[in-house]
C-alpha cells in the first residue's frame, strides 16, 4: 500500500489540524487540473474581461480557478477566510467565520503560461487566525510573517498532476496516480541539492534590476558554473530548483520597483518551503522572506530561492 496523502495527517507538528486543509488543496488541484485538460473545448481560455487587484487582466481560468479553491477550502469547515491574489479583500466564510485558519492562495499562478500549453500551479499557504474566534475574521489575520506559518505548498500541473506541502516538518511531494485517483507520496523529504542545478531568471530584465543585482549574478555565474533554466511560471522554476538545487530569483527592477512577486502569495509559501527543504529565501542580502512582517495583502517583494551556496553566492 502506497503512503498517501492522508498520511499528512500523522507527520509534521501541525499535520493532524491540517489534514482537512491539506486534503482540500489536494480536491482543488484535481478539479483545476480537470479543468486545465478540458479548457480548450469549453471557450475557457482566454481573458476574463477583468483585472484583478494588480491591475492585470484576468484569464478565465484564472476566476474559475479561484472559485473552485474557494469553495473546496468552505467545504473543509477548518477556515474561516481565504485570502486570493485575484480578490481585492479576504473572502470571509460566513458558514465557519469562527473556525480557526486562515488560507493565502494565488490560485493559478504562470498562467500566462497556459496560451503555450505550459506548466502553472497553485500556490498556498496556513495561518492561525489572531482575532477571537467569536470575531468576524479581519485582513490583520492574514498579515503574518512566514514565521507564523504553519503550513505550506505548491500544486504542480505539468506532465503529472504533483502536491507538494510541508506542515512544519520536511517537505513531501505527492503525485496523483489517475489510475486509483489519489495522491500518493512520490518525493519523500524533498532536500534541495546543496551544489549545482541551474540560476532561473528572467534575465532579459537585467539591464533594469536595481541594487547591482546584474553585476552580481554575472560574478556568481562565473564562480558557480551553473547552468540556465526559466519557465516563467513560478511554481514550475522553483520545483525545479528544488529538486535540481541552485536559485530562482525574481529581482526589483525599474518597473516593480518592489519586485513582482507577492509577498503573502508566493515569496512566503514558496521561502517556506525552501527554508523546510533546507535552503534559503531571502527577499535581500541579509533579510529572510520569512522575516518580513507584512503590511499589505497584496504586498510584493524581490525574492532570492535557493541552495545556501547559489544564495550566499549571490548576495554575499
Ligand atoms: P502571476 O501570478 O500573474 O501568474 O505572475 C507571477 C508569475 C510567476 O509565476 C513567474 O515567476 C513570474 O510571474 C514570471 O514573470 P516574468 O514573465 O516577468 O518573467
Ligand atoms: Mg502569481
Known sequence: MPATLNRIAKEGVNGSAMMPIIQGVGRAGIEISALLRGAVFRDALGVAGSENIQGEQQQKIDVLSDDIF???????????????EEQEE?????EYADADWLVLVDPLDGSSNLDID?????????????????????VSDTLQSGREVVAAGYV??????????SVGEGV??????PAVARFELSHPDMRIPTSGG??????????????????????MKSTTGLGMRYVGSMVADMHRTLLKGGIFLYPADEKNRSGKLRLLYEA??????MEKAGGKAYMSAGVAVLDVEPN???QRVPVYLGSASATDSLLG
Open 70 to 84: 474557494l469553495d473546496e477550502m468552505r467545504s473543509t469547515g477548518y477556515v474561516c477566510a481565504v485570502g486570493s
Open 90 to 94: 479576504l473572502l470571509v466564510i460566513d
Open 198 to 219: 541551474y540560476y532561473s531568471v528572467n534575465e532579459a530584465n537585467a539591464d533594469k534590476w536595481l541594487d547591482g543585482v546584474g553585476d552580481k549574478l554575472e560574478s
Open 156 to 165: 504542480l500541473y505539468g506532465p503529472s498532476l504533483m502536491l507538494v506541502c
Open 268 to 273: 512566503i509559501p514558496m521561502g517556506f518551503l
Open 296 to 298: 499589505d495583502l497584496h
Open 172 to 177: 513531501h511531494g505527492y503525485t496523483f496516480n
Open 118 to 138: 505550459g506548466p502553472v500551479g497553485t500556490i498556498f499557504s496556513v495561518v492561525k487566525r489572531k482575532t477571537a474566534n467569536s470575531e468576524s475574521p479581519h
